[in-house]
């Protein structure tokens, strides 16, 4: 292998803050079996795909609002090796039975806990609540997703109990103060992030490499095509676990500072492929209002605090929901490859079911939506359950309309076709017609025959069909009444 990526030490981590070799494992490994394997048992497997949050562990990762964040994550789906060099707490290391976290003392004298296996996991993501640095127990705000305290409920969308119920639970969330002044963890936060580790390790066939840099990614990439890139490993550590995938090369690209740039300038926004959705809702603060409405539906703060925004397109899975909003948003996409770089608009990236443009030895880079935005913008999302699920349909809309007429019109779908695809006939029998509901019902119709649902556990294509044309008056009705 010609790259600059052997490491000169043996990988390790710093567990509960004691320095800890990963040792000779095997690649594929979870940081969820190599955490039980060390007698650090609290973290459980409930679903082995990121549904449940038991294996919920605390990762030191660089912060928005404070140099470090101590993020909670999905520990059955993280290779170890991608945890080299990093920071990791888990229930354990929070507290103990003779001195219990303030997230484990609330938990405890208000009644959240029955059977115990989901603990644990709500201890851990609840800690990374707790020590959210932009939350203040002084702002009084109260409703029905967040508690006097600043405490924000979706922080545990990812975290399922199936005997305590969760009115305890919340309870024990809206009890929490401020860290103490003492709180080395919280002291923690302050100090900078653990560096990235340039990484290798191997074992019989199969090998991890964390390159220390894109152009010795890009270099791996032209000499290995087949090589698995990751990065929060959301995707493949589902393949991993359920399917039995064995990569021989896995190539991690999560920590690379040339795929983890962000700038909002004057006509565009750059967001780096590597960014996390966590990561990018707080970057972006709201100001794209059609990825601020998405963020909340997509999965759960779990798996938004690992998938990466290139990870969720370079899949080319026809039911993410990033698609349908940046197709809405005009974005367009940066790839790369040893050749250099090239521009692609990201309604020309998807070709067929889980195909897309992007060459083998080429990674996406960086995700440009235009400015200025459009003024009147949604994303609806059809799913069986409001939070952490597959969305059966999704919509994303990017409207102007002058003096009542419809001047541009843009609508991303997913769910509906073997890719995502723009609503082109829609569009168009939108677009130079007045905004009223008689050219919506009419556009509605349109819609409805937009791309080739098809029937399938989540859905009828039927119904695909007339959600599609229901949206779209849903859209119109709520714009007309703001």
Known sequence: MTTTTQALRAPSIKVNGADTAIGDVPVHTTALDWLRDRGLTGAKEGCAEGECGACSVLVARPGTDAPT???????????IASLDGQEVITSEGLGSPETLHPVQRELAVRGGSQCGYCTPGFVCSMAAEFYRSTRTTSNGHCDHEHGPNGFDLHSLSGNLCRCTGYRPIRDAAYALGDPSADDALAARRYAPPPAPATTRM???DAEFVRPAGLDDVLRLLAERPDARIVA???????????????????VAIDRLAELREFEFGRDEIRIGAALTLSEIERML??????LAEMFPQF???LIRNGATIGGNLGTGSPIGDTPPALLALDASLVLASHRGERVVPLADYFTGYRQTLKAPDELIKTVVVPLPLAPLTA???IAKRRFDDISSVAVGYAVDVADGVVREARIGLGGVAATPLRARATEAALIGKPWTEHTVREAATVMAA????????RASSSYRSAMLG????RFHAEEVLA
């Open 470 to 473: 229901q949206s779209l008056l």
């Open 69 to 79: 964040d101590w993020t909670a994550v999905n520990a059955c789906l993280l290779p």
């Open 450 to 457: 937009e791309g080739t649902p098809m029937d399938d556990h």
């Open 232 to 250: 929060g490993s959301t995707d493949l550590g589902v393949e991993v676990n359920l399917r039995g995938l064995r990569d021989p090369l896995v």
């Open 202 to 204: 191997e074992q019989g």
């Open 285 to 290: 603060a709201g100001r794209v209002p059609l």
């Open 379 to 381: 994303f609806h999302k």
């Open 299 to 301: 999965a759960s703060r």
